[in-house]
């Protein structure tokens, strides 16, 4: 089985890119620089930012569906990002050098499963939970900061 991992489309950040500082706050967003690598995962580009460059940081429903676990989250996204779209079982390195948790949605956008793994070992925990056929797709978020960096599905 292989699966595939899907990163941000730009175009939901595309309108706060040009905002002030001012128009931005009233959006739950703002800018940030990166301060050191890596720690700065753009959900874009799936790579982290270089020290120095500068990020929005923005909030961004990743499970807008209608259900209790319907969910938003803090993301990174660099100015000039184009949507990453790895290959088929590949694990990018912003995703695969971090804690990750792991969070496996049936249909219906019910969690199914639930697992805290090394990125280095994801890509096993990724075909352990789509051996359940119940599971449609999955989260992966980066374990510490909460924060949601993808998802996934199977190719």
């Not at 301060?35 to 982290?48: F, I, Q, T």
């Not at 259900?67 to 990018?92: C, L, M, N, Q, W």
């Not at 995703?95 to 994801?122: C, E, H, T």
Request: charged share 25%; proline share 7%.
């Amino acid at each position: 089985m292989t699966f595939q991992i899907h990163a941000l489309p730009r175009a939901p950040f595309e309108p706060l890119l040009g905002m002030n500082d001012a128009e931005l706050s009233a959006r739950r967003a703002c800018w940030r620089t990166a301060d050191a690598e890596p720690g700065y995962p753009c959900r874009v580009s799936l790579e982290d930012a270089k020290a120095g460059e500068r990020l929005l940081l923005a909030n961004f429903e990743h499970l807008g569906e209608q259900s209790p676990f319907r969910a938003s989250h803090a993301v990174f996204v660099r100015p000039g990002a184009k949507r990453a779209r790895p290959e088929p079982d590949t694990i990018p390195d912003a995703i695969r050098r971090r804690l990750i948790s792991v969070r496996g949605f049936d249909a219906d956008w019910m969690m199914l499963a639930a697992d805290m793994v090394d990125g280095d070992d994801l890509a096993a925990t990724i075909n352990a939970m789509f051996a359940n056929t119940d599971i449609a797709e999955l989260h992966l978020h980066a374990a510490k900061p909460g924060c949601y960096l993808a998802r996934v599905t199977r190719d």
